[in-house]
C-alpha cells in the first residue's frame, strides 16, 4: 500500500509538531510565578516591614535573623534534594536534635570530634533511610517516620532522658564557629551561603542533578533511560541526613549547649519552606533558591510578629500555616492551567 | 558490505529466552537471530510478549532461563543502562521520557556535553539539540519543558535520543503509534540511514504496509513462543495474519481484516448529537457537528487541526469559549467531563497513559470504573452484575489478562487499550467519541472493535471516529468532516469518501469533483447540513 509517500506530501510542514500556538505564553508566565512568588512575596514583606518598624531594618536585627534562619535553611536544603525525587525526609526534626545533642556531648574533645560524630551519626541514619527507600521501595514516609521516632530515642538515651544537658566549653573554637562572624555577619550565614552554592551547582549542572528531577519526574523513564534511580534515592537521603546532623551541630554551638527540646516539628517547617520555595510536592521541578527564599520567608514573618509584641508568637504558625495553603493552592491551580493549555 | 543478502554472523542471538509472570508464561524457549543491517519485524497479536522480549534483552526484566549473545559475546545486563553502554538502543512502546524536564534535557540526560570544570555545558547542549531535532522535523523551542509538545513530537525526541547514541542494534516498539504520515516518513528515512551505517533494527508495529515497506525478515510471536521467522517479501499478508492468529489462512480470508459491514443506513433521525459552533482559543474556531442515531461520522485532517481538540470540546474536558452542546435535543448547560457523561456522551481519549488508564486498578475495576453508578442501586454496586459486564467485555475484546483481578499495568500495550475502550463501552452512551480507537490494537482485535463499534451503531447511537489510519477512517464513517486549524473547510458523504477524496479534502482543503466543499466561513456556521 504506497498511501503514505502521498499523505506525507500534502502536509503542512509549517506546524513543526508541537502544541498549538498560544499555549507556550500561558506556560511561560504560570512557570516564573512558581519559580518567583516566594520571592515577590519576601521583598514585599520586607519593604513593608522596614517601613512599618524602623528596628527591623538594622544591621544588628537582620544578622540576628539572618543567623536564626542559618539552621532551617541547611536542613531545608538536603530535604529539597529528597523532594525533587518525590520523596519526604521526616527525620530531619529528629536527627537535627540529636545532632546537637551529640556535638554538645563530643566538644568537650575538641572542636573536630564536635562537628564529627554528630554528622557521622546522621549520616548512618540518613544511609538507612535511603537504602530502604531505594531497595526495598517502601513508602518514604514510613521509612522516615520511623528513622524519626528511632533518632528521638536515640538522643533521649544519649542525654539520660534528657537530664542531662552538656555544655560547648566556653572559649572553644566550636563554639567561635557559630557565635563569630567577619564584618557584622555571622560565620553560619556565609557556611549556609556556600552550601546553597554548591547544592546549586550540583542540582542545575551535573549530571547527579539531572538525574534527581528525572527521579522525580517519572521514575520508570528514569530507569529505562539508564538513570540509576536507587543511587540516586540514596544519595539525596543521605545528604538530607549529613545536612541535618550539620545543622544540628552548629545549633548546638551557636546555643552553646545540646538542648533536647530543638528540632521538633522543624521537618514540617523545612517541608513547608521548599513548598513555599516552589518545589513541587509531587516531585520533578524545583530550586534550592527557592528554598533558600521559603525559610527567609518564615523567619521574617516570625520576625515581624515578635517586633509587633502584642501579637503572641503562636501566631506566627498561624501565619506560616496559611501561606502555606496560599502556596500549594497556586501551585495547583498553575500546574491545573498548563495541563489544559 | 553490510547488505542485508549477505550471510552475516547474527549481531544478536538468543537460545531458549523464558520469562514467567504469575500467571501467564509470556516468553516460551524464545530462539531468535538479529543480523547487522537487517530491519527485523517483530509481530503478534496483543500479549504476544513482543514488549517482554525486548525488555529481556535490554535488561529491564531478568529472563528465568535462557541464554543472550551480542557480537558473539554472552550479554547478561543487569539494567538498560548495561544494554545502552553495550550497543543496544531502544524506544520502548510507550513515550517514556519525562514530562516536566525540558526537551534539550530529556534528549541528553545521562549523556549532558560538559565543559572543562565538569558541570553540564547548556550552550552546547541546546544548540545541539536544536540541530539534531531538526533532522527529525522537530522545531521547537528545546528549553521548553517536553510536556509542551505533541505526542508525535515527543516520540520524535525519543527516537533521536535512542539514535544518537552510539549503537548497533536500535530496537523500537511501537514507533509510529502516535506519529502523523509526515513523521512517519522521518523515521522511515532514519531507519534507512541506520541501515547503511550496518546498524540492525528490531521493529514492532500492528501497521502490515509499514512492516512490508521498511522490514526484510519477520520473526512472528504467539503465546510468546515463536511460530516462523523468515524473509517476509516472501510472506503473503493474509498468511501473516494467520501466523499471527494461530487461524487457517481460508479462515482470515473469508472474515477480511476490516469488519465494518459499511452497509448501514443512518435513520433519518432527528440528530443525537448537535454541537454549534464550538469555540476554544488558539484551538477550534468555530466547529459544528451534527451525528444521527446510528451514524459513524469520522473527522479527518492533520495534526494540529484541532480533531482531538474538537472531541474534548463537546465531552467537556476543554474549556468552551463559545457554542453549544446537546444531546437527543437536550443541552448540555454545565460544561464539565461529568455532565456530559451524564448527558450521554462518552469520550475515548487519545494519550491512554495520561488521561484514561489507572495502572494500579485491576482490568475489572478499570472496566467499571465509570459505569459504577449506572451498575448500582441507591448507591450500592451490585457486584453481580459488575462481575457478568467485565466478562462480557473481555470476552469480546479478547483482552488477555491472568484474570479479571490483574493491574492493569501490567497487560501488554494493546489490551490496556482495550480495557480502556471496555471502560466507554460499558457505559451505554448516546453518543461515543472515540480518538484513534485502535492504536497498538492487532489486527484480529482490531476488527473486533470494529464490528462491535459497527453493533453499536446500529442500535442507534452516534460515534465520532478520529484516526490518523486512513483505511479505517474511510472504512468505518459514511461521512467525514475534514478539520483544517480548528475549522471546518469540507465533507465528504457517502460514495465519495474514498482515500483519493480525502487526500485531496486534507491536502488543499478543496474537495475534488462530486463533493461539496465547504468555505470556511469566519461566521463558522460550516458543517453538516
Ligand atoms: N510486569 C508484568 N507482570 C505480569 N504480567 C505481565 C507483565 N508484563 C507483561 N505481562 C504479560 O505478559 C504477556 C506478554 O505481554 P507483552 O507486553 O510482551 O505483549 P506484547 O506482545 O508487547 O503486546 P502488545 O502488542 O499489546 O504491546 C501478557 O499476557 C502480559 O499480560
Ligand atoms: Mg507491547
Known sequence: MARTPVTAAAVDVSRGGAAPAGASGAERISALAQRHGALVVLVAVVLVTSLSFDTFFTGYNLNRLAVNAAFLAIVALGMTFVIITGGIDLSVGSVFALGGVLAAWASQYGTLPALLVPVAAAGAIGLANGLLVARTRLAPFIVTLASMLGARGLMLAVSGEGNETYLVPQGSAFLELAQGGLFGIGYPVYLTLALFGLGGLLLRRTGFGQSVYAVGGNEDAAALMGVRVARTKLTVYLMSGLLAGFAGALNAAYLGSGVTILGFAMELDAIAAVVIGGTLLTGGLGYVSGSLVGVLLLKVIQNVINLIGSLSSSYQQVVSGLFLIAVVVAQTYLSRRRRIG | ?529
Request: proline residues 6%; neutral net charge.
Open chain 2, 1 to 529: 558490505m553490510t547488505g542485508p543478502d549477505a550471510p552475516l554472523a547474527p549481531i544478536l542471538e538468543t537460545a531458549g529466552l523464558t520469562k514467567r509472570f504469575p500467571g501467564v508464561l509470556a516468553l516460551d524457549e524464545v530462539a531468535f537471530s538479529l543480523r547487522p543491517g537487517e530491519a527485523h519485524a517483530l509481530v503478534g497479536e496483543n500479549g504476544a510478549g513482543k514488549s517482554t522480549l525486548i525488555k529481556v534483552l535490554t535488561g529491564v526484566y531478568r529472563p528465568d532461563a535462557g541464554s543472550l549473545l551480542f557480537q558473539g559475546a554472552p550479554l547478561r545486563p543487569a539494567t538498560p543502562l548495561d544494554a545502552q553502554r553495550a550497543g543496544i538502543s531502544t524506544i520502548y512502546q510507550e513515550v517514556n521520557l519525562v514530562p516536566l524536564m525540558s526537551v534539550a534535557r530529556n534528549l541528553y540526560l545521562g549523556r549532558e556535553p560538559k565543559n572543562r570544570l565538569g558541570l553540564i555545558d547548556f550552550g552546547r547542549m541546546h544548540a545541539e539539540a536544536e540541530r539534531t531535532l531538526r533532522e527529525y522535523g522537530v522545531s521547537v523551542d528545546v528549553r521548553a519543558p517536553l510536556r509542551t509538545l505533541g505526542l508525535g513530537a515527543q516520540q520524535m525526541v525519543a527516537l533521536a535520543r535512542a539514535v544518537d547514541v552510539d549503537a548497533r542494534v536500535v530496537i523500537m516498539d511501537e514507533p509510529t503509534s502516535s506519529l502523523e504520515p509526515r513523521e512517519v516518513e522521518t523515521l522511515f528515512g532514519v531507519i534507512g540511514r541506520l541501515r547503511e551505517r550496518g546498524i540492525a533494527i528490531v521493529y514492532v508495529s500492528h501497521r502490515l504496509d509499514e512492516l512490508y515497506r521498511v522490514c526484510d525478515r519477520v520473526t512472528v510471536l504467539r503465546d510468546g513462543r515463536v511460530v516462523h521467522t523468515g524473509a517476509l517479501a516472501e510472506l503473503p499478508r493474509l498468511r501473516l495474519v494467520a501466523l499471527m492468529l494461530g487461524r487457517e489462512v481460508e479462515q482470515v480470508r473469508r472474515e477480511g481484516l476490516t469488519r465494518f459491514s459499511g452497509e448501514r443506513t443512518a435513520s433519518a433521525d432527528e440528530p443525537v448529537l448537535v454541537a454549534e459552533d464550538l469555540r476554544v482559543r488558539h484551538l477550534v474556531d468555530g466547529v459544528t457537528l451534527r451525528i444521527r442515531p446510528g451514524e459513524i461520522v469520522g473527522l479527518g485532517g492533520l495534526l494540529g487541526a484541532g480533531r482531538t481538540e474538537t472531541a474534548k470540546a463537546i465531552a467537556g474536558a476543554l474549556p468552551l469559549d463559545g457554542g453549544r452542546v446537546s444531546v437527543a435535543g437536550v443541552p448540555l448547560r454545565r460544561r464539565s467531563t461529568a455532565a456530559a457523561i451524564r448527558g450521554g456522551i462518552s469520550l475515548l481519549p487519545e494519550d491512554r497513559k495520561a488521561e484514561g488508564i489507572v495502572p494500579g486498578l485491576s482490568v475489572r475495576d478499570n472496566i467499571a470504573l465509570a459505569a459504577l453508578p449506572r451498575l448500582s442501586r441507591f448507591g450500592l454496586v451490585s457486584e453481580r452484575r459488575v462481575d457478568r459486564v467485565v466478562a462480557t467485555f473481555m470476552e469480546r475484546l479478547r483482552i488477555k489478562a491472568a484474570g479479571p483481578h490483574q493491574p492493569v499495568g501490567e497487560l501488554s500495550g494493546g489490551n490496556q487499550q482495550k480495557v480502556l475502550l471496555a471502560r466507554w463501552l460499558a457505559l451505554h452512551p448516546k453518543v461515543l467519541l472515540l480518538d484513534e480507537p485502535t492504536r497498538g490494537v492487532d489486527v484480529g482485535a482490531k476488527a473486533e472493535v470494529q464490528r462491535l463499534i459497527d453493533e453499536l451503531a446500529a442500535d442507534g447511537l452516534g460515534v465520532l471516529l478520529i484516526s490518523s489510519d486512513l483505511e479505517e477512517l474511510i472504512e468505518g464513517s459514511e461521512r467525514v468532516v475534514v478539520l483544517k486549524d480548528g475549522a471546518v473547510v469540507g465533507e465528504l458523504v457517502g460514495e465519495d469518501v474514498t482515500e483519493d477524496a480525502l487526500l485531496a479534502a486534507i491536502a488543499d482543503a478543496a474537495g475534488p469533483d462530486g463533493t461539496a466543499p465547504v468555505p470556511a466561513a469566519p461566521g463558522g456556521e460550516a458543517g453538516s447540513g
